[in-house]
């Protein structure tokens, strides 16, 4: 069994808040401290350039995508990290297009509009006639023809936390013909993902929101292994090169996941990656899993028992509901301004979206309850309604 009191030790959170937001930025893991130290003092200080030999710098996107790959369901050679998730998308869409002649990219409206706009992007640049197929949710699995080249879905929705069904679609993708490119921004750290049992051909995700690698933290990549060798680059950094150092004119893409690299990675970052994978190694994704699902069912009872105005976004069934819960609220914006002053951080989303993130590493059923009480507070007096709750950030 996972110890979550030892996990919640290892993360710093501020005195007098109640963090419900680790689904866009997770917090700082206290070894991340001392792993800045080394990286800063002890290697780019002493070391500077030999570092890269000395300290191991060059070998730490794939040992790091080793320890995510455990996470997801991944075999451990298949996963690198670097880049940004945006980024990633791209390079996986991209390799999903040139292993087939059709045309159609299929994905739905509640995907992330980075996706989408990454999407657009390369299936403009490309000029071979793509298009992208843009449906509901619910209607993924029928509009699964065997014309579509590449169904690329996001399994978590940024907002509701509705979750597909990845071995389902995976399986009836395959069955058309179609590669999957999967985005696992919300799943990576929050729910149990088999990437290899699902027989996915690509996935992406990033290092920053449940895993807690912190601000702007390297995305990952997943190339099934079927695909590893072949699987085209798009992005022909030096570093997919398979011999970097020979400078050769012409590209050759490396052996296996090794021609995902792309340019220098970022060393700092990574070292904070590892910080919290140092965390991260310690934990059953099958605890996470079930500790999760108790804590939203315990917040949506408690919410929908105290809070009569909020109506619940996220699916009532655990299994199609990643690890967050949202509530709609025509002032949500000003509500969530009102339960940040006082302590509880989640986020908002337009339009109307209160989504709050829940993660077993470092909040527990005492801090739902506290959560709760606060809620039903705000709303029942109408705190919210403050002329200073209603002026927009820019970040929201
Ligand atoms: C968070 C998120 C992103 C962000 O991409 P970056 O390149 O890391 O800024 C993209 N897609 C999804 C689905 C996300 O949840």
């Not at 919290?276 to 999760?292: G, H, I, P, T, Y």
């Not at 829940?358 to 709303?379: K, Q, S």
Request: hydrophobic share 50%.
């Amino acid at each position: 069994m996972t110890d979550f009191t030892a996990t919640r030790a290892m993360f710093h959170l501020p005195d007098g808040i109640i963090y419900l937001d680790g689904n866009s930025l997770g917090p700082l893991p206290i070894g991340a401290r001392e792993k800045a130290r080394q990286v800063l003092d002890d290697e780019w200080g002493e070391m500077l350039i030999t570092g890269w030999n000395r300290a191991g710098w060059m070998a730490l996107p794939q040992q790091l995508g080793a320890r995510i790959a455990r996470l997801i369901g991944a075999e451990a050679d298949n996963v690198m990290v670097g880049d940004t998730l945006s980024t990633r998308l791209y390079q996986a869409l991209a390799a999903a297009l040139a292993m087939t002649d059709r045309k159609i990219v299929l994905t739905d409206h509640g995907n992330f509009p980075s996706d989408l706009y990454m999407a657009q992007g390369l299936l403009d640049t490309l000029g071979q006639g793509h298009q992208l197929r843009v449906v509901a949710p619910e209607d993924v699995a029928a509009n699964l023809t065997d014309d579509v080249a590449a169904l690329m879905l996001t399994q978590i929705d940024y907002r509701t936390g509705r979750m597909h069904d990845m071995v389902a679609l995976s399986a009836a993708a395959q069955a058309c013909g179609t590669v999957t490119v999967w985005d696992l921004a919300h799943s990576a750290g929050a729910v149990q993902v088999d990437l290899a049992g699902a027989n996915a051909d690509f996935a992406v995700g990033c290092t920053y929101k449940y895993l807690n690698a912190g601000p702007g933290a390297p995305a990952f990549i997943y190339v099934a292994p079927r695909h590893a060798d072949t699987a085209h680059t798009l992005l022909n950094g030096w570093l997919g090169h398979a011999e970097p150092f020979a400078f050769e004119p012409t590209y050759r893409p490396g052996p296996g996941i090794t021609r995902m690299r792309v340019g220098t990675p970022a060393i700092i970052q990574m070292r904070m990656l590892e910080a919290a994978m140092d965390v991260w190694d310690l934990v059953d994704m099958a605890d996470v899993r079930a500790q999760s699902v108790a804590l939203c069912d315990r917040f949506i009872a408690g919410v929908e028992a105290t809070c009569p105005a909020l109506a619940l976004a996220s699916p009532r069934d655990a299994a199609q509901r990643g690890s967050q819960v949202s509530f709609r609220f025509a002032n949500g914006y000003a509500a969530m301004q009102a339960l940040i002053a006082r302590g509880l951080i989640g986020d908002f989303r337009a339009p109307d979206i209160m989504r709050f993130g829940f993660t077993p590493l470092y909040i527990g059923p005492d801090d739902v309850d506290a959560a709760v009480a606060i809620i039903a507070d705000v709303m029942a007096t109408r705190a919210w309604d403050a002329p200073q709750f209603h002026t927009r950030h820019a970040v929201t």
